[in-house]
């Protein structure tokens, strides 16, 4: 095999990958063993027809694109290795020369990662953001938590804004039923807003075993484009009235949902843990705000097939976490009214974001010559161990060399982090013009 790297504009490279004829030769017989069992031809007992009777019936390029599918996901690791680039995307392939008794001929074109120009890293002046926890707040939060531990009771009396009603409902279109528009013994919490325009707010003072016409007109935008901005009518019938009973907030209260004993040590710890999250999330903020303005000051020319990967990731995780909640990405997409190209387009100013971000802080630790060590690797292992209740020795078996590289790579880009932090200005928001030209001025 042999590799030949051409640097094209824009951090894009294709490679053209040269594999001998014998190892195409290898690959056709590969692809023939992996459909032969699957071939009908008369006269033969299946998977005991010989090649050349194929190749003669449908002709000697029935096996290519198997055996291109073969060496390609054979070769092009090793040309990856060889080619000594950065590469940050999946490759784009396509077949230049595949012909028996010839070398195979294939391009690839890639995404490299780019150079960044550092702009100004240290002494970012960042926003001063108010950790102060309020009374409010800590109210807020024992409410939050009285809701937590509430009784759901049926009431007798008009619903409310809140309630949750138990219903039966069956809606039209002009007198026509429309798919999805009925159901029977529906849990539905008022003022929620998960129907329709005002179909809650039409429920409100209506009583136990109520009939009464809701009308509402769904969106212009709506995804069942046969409703989108018709007028409907739905048929309701009231069955059961709910609400919640909160626990009164006393000590009993506190010793049940806390480890203390009174009202006042509760408040307390609640404004602890409050402070303490103001703290980080604070942190978390002034953080993105620093590398923001890194990456606004930092030159780099970020390729499109990198921001696509970094899309594709990102819907991956995000299909996966609708998952774990029950609902399939298809669903959610079609509940959402979007389309996955709508949907990828939201993603791509997040994933360039991310991306940049990454390439200033690398482009720190190497500014900066800092590294992380073994010693760091192992430290994080044993935090991950401890967090998911493992034995130490046996995940650090499991975690693979590769793993451990790219461990290193992001710890280094944390210590980069902290250097930036250990560094910024902190100066509170600007509120007449004069500070605000003063603040772009530093």
Known sequence: MSVQVEKLEKNMAKMTIEVESAELDKALDKAFNHQKNKINVSGFRKGKVPRQVVEKMYGPEVFYEDAANILMQQEYPKAYDESELEIVSQPTVDIVQLEKGKNFIFTAEVAVKPEVTLGKYKGITVTKIDTEVSEEEIDTEIETERRNNARTISVTRSIENGDTVILDFDGSVDGVPFEGGKAEGYS?????????????DQLIGKNVDDETDVNVTFPEDYHETSLAGKPAVFKVMIHEIKTQELPELDDEFVGD????????????????????????QAHRTKEDEAISKIVEASEMDVPDAMVDSQVNNMINDYANSLMQSGLSFDQYLQFSGMTIDQFREQLRPDALQRISSSLVLEAIAKEEAIEATDADVDAKIEEMAKTYDMDVEELKKNIPDSEKKEMKKELAMEKAIDLVMDNVKERAKAKKKADKEEAVEE
């Open 257 to 280: 949902v806390s480890e203390f004993d009174t009202v006042a040590e509760y408040r307390e710890d609640v404004k602890k843990k409050l402070a303490d999250s103001k703290d980080k």
């Open 188 to 200: 539905l919490e008022i003022g929620s807003h998960s129907f329709i325009d005002n179909f809650e």
